[in-house]
């Protein structure tokens, strides 16, 4: 069953992906099932870490597989499988569904309300790349970042910036921000350090073994070379701040400026990569850890400074409680 697959991997910098082709099994429905553990028993970053016996997973789920299933059946025994490594970053395609994870925040309050964050910005707000904004009437600034696969360019945050300089104080919300280009979520926060911060590190496989890897090496958050903001900031995160935006908060942290409030982030720390069963269906899974800056896993997610849930009393009337406890946490000077 353990037998040695023949592995090809292809790694492209800073995308969250990479292309590895098995070819020692057959396209049967035990021919995929063992490809497809045996992917995550030599691949995937976290077994140990997350205490997870994948041989007990295996004998438990191997008697399920028949010769004669159909597809659709073999798709919801290896989805269901995955699942036990409770992990968003890890899902199995075909041409027809999306076997994923999602419990990592449906499990926990949503506290976030889109047509509030629309009722804040208004009417007038400003757009730059994947981030919307606007000075709130007390003179603090509003930034909501929804979406990092939503670039941004260095002139756009200039002119963010600048136009937001006025503020006393300034707000940036990940809410329900799921993650997307590393790359841009470090741009972002690059504009809050005048200096080069140690954030992290990251670990990479070395061979089958659930614990074979690389020495730590070290990530490092390097001041942008443009304009950079120098006021008290709060980072509002949700149990939907995830992957690319869990790297972000993390970064956020370590700055002397800011506050994180309003629930546990995500997690999903691991660096993705992608991997193809005989029948061709796709898997994608946690290949590289991301440790914080005292050696830890953020894979589960990262506490904020202060706790905070909405309020359902505070939504029917149309208040964010979470905004608004930020500008008060900001008006009274942090």
Known sequence: MRSTLLLCILCLPLLLGGCIREEEYDNTPQGNFDALW?????????????????????????????????????????????????????????????????????????????????????????IGGGASYTILDDNIGYIYYGDFSSGIGEGN????????????????????????NLTTATKLAARFTNDKVLTGYILHKTGKGHSDFSDPEPIYLEPSNSIRWQKPVVVLVNRHAYS????????????????????KSGGGSGLPFSSELPNGWGVRFSASPHLDAEGQHIEFGIDPDVKLDMDADDEARGIDTMIEAARALLKAGM
């Open 38 to 126: 045996t992917i995550i028993d030599e691949q995937y970053c976290f077994l140990d870490y997350k205490q997870i016996d994948w041989d007990a997973v295996y004998d438990r789920y191997r008697p399920l597989i028949t010769p004669d299933m159909s597809g659709d059946g073999l798709f919801e025994v290896l989805g269901n499988m995955l699942a036990e490594l409770k992990d968003g970053h890890v899902n199995l395609s075909s041409a027809s569904n999306t076997a994923r994870y999602w419990n990592w925040y449906l499990d926990y309050p949503r506290n976030f309300n889109e047509a509030l964050v629309e009722s804040y910005l208004g009417r007038d707000y400003r």
């Open 157 to 180: 945050l200039d002119e963010m910036l600048l136009y937001l300089s006025i503020c006393n104080g300034l707000i940036i919300d990940v809410r329900g921000n799921g993650g997307g």
């Open 244 to 263: 690319a935006t869990n790297d972000f908060i993390n970064s956020m942290r370590y700055l002397p400026l800011v506050t994180l409030m309003g629930d």
